[in-house]
T-cell receptor
Framework: DTAVSQTPKYLVTQMGNDKSIKCEQN?????MYWYKQDSKKFLKIMFS???????INETVPNRFSPKSPDKAHLNLHINSLELGDSAVYFC??????????FGNGTRLTVT | DAKTTQPTSMDCAEGRAANLPCNHS???????VYWYRQIHSQGPQYIIH???NNETNEMASLIITEDRKSSTLILPHATLRDTAVYYC??????????FGDGTTLTVKP
């Protein structure tokens, strides 16, 4: 039973396309996150939602738009993909001060 | 910006204890210290966390100094599968858990 699941696991697409990554957690957590890990392996927070409300929005291009239809889901839509968007995107969730639970990542490659 | 500092890399002999230090000198009184690790490109895995007291679980021990400005993660008997990047995190009041560069631990046979 996967706690935090992301789809797809791999995504290869061309520049200029629009794509979405989905995340679901079955832990009953109230806060969900998107992190980006680039080729230098630095994990950077992008967004956070608490009970479907956006609470953290780091300096991310507005081509990235998170959407949380309910507490268990946080999707990431990316418009007009660029080469620099190539990275591994991790979804995570937590309740309060409990530890973060991460998904296994989505490896996005933009060609 | 990460609120913690860690050595870039460490080596440890298989079967020996691995002691990974972390400085968090600006930590607030109610902020927990969390440790995660990332093996290859998998999702970061939670290891342990603590507030003031030392903690132990099936994976590791966490020693927090009395002034809470630093902590040490101890893997009592390191195995080759413990080779990973280890992150020490403090969650800030805005709810962000900012990851720094972490410590790359290499366990050698």
């Amino acid at each position: 039973d996967t706690a935090v699941s992301q789809t797809p696991k791999y995504l290869v697409t061309q520049m200029g396309n629009d794509k979405s990554i989905k995340c679901e957690q079955n832990l009953g957590h109230d806060t969900m996150y998107w992190y980006k890990q680039d080729s230098k392996k630095f994990l950077k927070i992008m967004f956070s939602y608490n009970n479907k409300e956006l609470i953290i929005n780091e300096t991310v291009p507005n081509r990235f738009s998170p959407k949380s239809p309910d507490k268990a889901h946080l999707n990431l839509h990316i418009n007009s993909l660029e080469l620099g968007d190539s990275a591994v995107y991790f979804c995570a969730s937590r309740r309060g001060d409990s530890p973060l639970h991460f998904g296994n990542g989505t490896r996005l490659t933009v060609t | 910006d990460a609120k913690t500092t860690q050595p870039t890399s460490m080596d440890c002999a298989e079967g020996r204890a691995a002691n990974l230090p972390c400085n968090h000198s600006t930590i607030s009184g109610n902020e927990y210290v969390y440790w995660y690790r990332q093996i290859h490109s998998q999702g970061p895995q939670y290891i342990i966390h603590g507030l003031k007291n030392n903690e132990t679980n099936e994976m590791a021990s966490l020693i927090i100094t009395e002034d809470r400005k630093s902590s040490t993660l101890i893997l009592p008997h390191a195995t080759l599968r413990d080779t990973a990047v280890y992150y020490c995190i403090v969650k800030d009041n805005a709810g962000k858990s900012t990851f720094g560069d972490g410590t790359t631990l290499t366990v050698k046979p």
